[in-house]
């Protein structure tokens, strides 16, 4: 399959009636929001009764803390469905919660100490009991503060119709879920490839609130060693960081010993974390925080890598996305339509497999931009090339993502997948309109403190209508 991987033939595939192959397939998303008193401390209080168990209900639940709410749409054949879903749970969530507000921003609120954060408690089941005690592993592991960030996962399959599209043209006689998983494996690579130019566009954690600081203090000499360009006092990074959520003061922190090479095979991937839980580094496959993951759906007493070895992958989770607090839902359609395109781009490229040296450099282009990405002319190092200006790497991936997003607008006259793509574009042009730039610069006009600026727009997304 790789020898004929070739981008402009695989998007020649797909011009006229084909078009609307590029649009099957299943969406859902996964919101984590802290919930907050009016004072915009963390809430003390029980997940709300009105949800129901925590265990019983598949669209609200809870994730690390009992502060931490969760919602989770179904599985939808449409973008738009997935995200009218959210937005229906956030307005109901929102109703139950009387005066307390869903925190806006991925890096936590005003936190108590670490003894004094709640972990989300199960009840007395055999179940439950396993989820608490795998907090408590967490919580030992990291510290129970760095488990209070927050996120949205993006999660993403291929239609049947799709699928057997390309089967059809490239299968070379291979087993029809060997070439389904070669297919999911060959896309994450390009994902992880390419995963800093969604740090760029939508990392919108520039900066945190200090009872966080501790967390930062721990790691700013592991940050020294793996990004040595972006060891600064603490206070500084505000100026120039998108997302200190996805960065080693964050959940990249737990990724440690991950190699991305994992990803050069679905065999190596299970083997990879088995190994992972087999040394001790990770005490479930869910702590496995790739930008990342291979997903199956699972039946009753298995785990997902038994069902991934069994089935084979069923569709992937993307887990770098910060929340906008300019969006009610902490995202907006715009966004998710770029997102389309974007793994489209990641599975037409040309995906060879992941070398040593390559995966160093995926993780160094990570972790400048996530860390430094508004900094003026900041290099970034393509693979097998020399270092270039950020601005100049994403010129030729957009160059690209136009070529399909015009493919996807033949079947729907809206443009809107043209659209989304000239709207990120013009955040490459001016970094001043990026999200992580549009906090900073909230913050100065208003002269806020971050806790400030994220109760003003809990307020202010609350008010908002569905």
Not at 42 to 50: E, K
Request: charged letters at 25%; hydrophobic letters at 35%.
């Amino acid at each position: 399959m790789h020898t004929k991987w070739d981008f402009s033939k695989r998007l020649d595939l797909f011009n006229g009636e084909s078009s609307s192959l590029l649009l099957d397939g299943k969406w859902g998303l996964e919101k984590e929001s802290q919930r907050v008193t009016p004072s915009g401390e963390l809430a003390m209080t029980d997940h709300p009764a009105a949800f129901g168990h925590k265990l019983m209900n598949p669209h609200i639940t809870v994730d690390f803390a009992e502060s931490q709410m969760e919602l989770i749409t179904s599985p939808f054949a449409s973008v738009e469905g997935a995200f009218e879903e959210l937005n229906h749970l956030q307005l109901y969530a929102e109703a139950e919660l009387g005066e307390e507000l869903l925190w806006p921003l991925s890096m936590p609120p005003k936190l108590p100490a670490e003894e004094g954060i709640p972990l989300a408690r199960f009840g007395d089941s055999e179940e439950g009991i396993e989820k608490e005690v795998y907090r408590t592993g967490l919580s030992l592991r990291y510290g129970k503060k760095m488990q209070m960030v927050s996120g949205i996962h993006y999660n993403f399959s291929f239609g049947d119709r799709m699928l057997a599209y390309l089967y059809k043209q490239f299968s070379e006689g291979k087993n029809i879920q060997v070439f389904t998983d070669e297919l999911y494996v060959a896309m994450s690579r390009n994902f992880l490839r390419n995963r800093w130019l969604l740090i760029y566009l939508f990392g919108a954690s520039p900066s945190i609130d200090s009872t966080y600081y501790s967390v930062m203090c721990q790691e700013i000499k592991r940050v020294a060693w793996c990004c040595p360009e972006n060891c600064s006092p603490i206070v500084s990074y505000e100026k120039n960081a998108v997302s200190l959520r996805v960065s080693r003061f964050g959940y990249s922190r737990t990724a440690q010993g991950n190699s991305m090479r994992i990803f050069n095979s679905l065999q190596e991937y299970t083997m990879g974390i088995r190994k992972l839980l087999n040394d001790n580094v990770l005490q479930k496959e869910s702590e496995f925080y790739s930008s990342i993951r291979l997903k199956q759906v699972t039946e009753k007493g298995e785990t997902q890598l038994d069902a991934l070895e069994r089935r084979g992958v069923k569709y992937v989770e993307v887990r770098i996305l910060d929340l906008n607090p300019f969006h009610k839902t902490g995202m907006d359609l715009n966004q998710l339509y770029f997102l389309q395109v974007f793994m489209l781009y990641c599975l037409m490229e040309d995906s060879g497999m992941i070398s040593e040296a390559e995966d160093q450099l995926m993780n160094r282009n990570h972790h400048l931009v996530s860390l430094s990405g508004r900094k003026p002319n900041l290099k970034l190092y393509p693979y097998n090339k020399h270092p270039v200006r950020l601005q100049e790497w994403a010129e030729e991936i957009f160059c690209k993502l136009r070529l399909i997003a015009s493919v996807m607008d033949i079947s729907d006259s809206s443009n809107k997948y043209h659209n989304s793509v000239e709207l990120q574009y013009k955040n490459v042009l001016d970094p001043s309109l990026l999200p992580s730039a549009s906090i900073h610069k909230e913050t100065m006009k208003y002269k806020e403190s971050y806790l400030e600026f994220g109760m003003r727009r809990a307020r202010a997304n609350k008010k908002q209508g569905g």
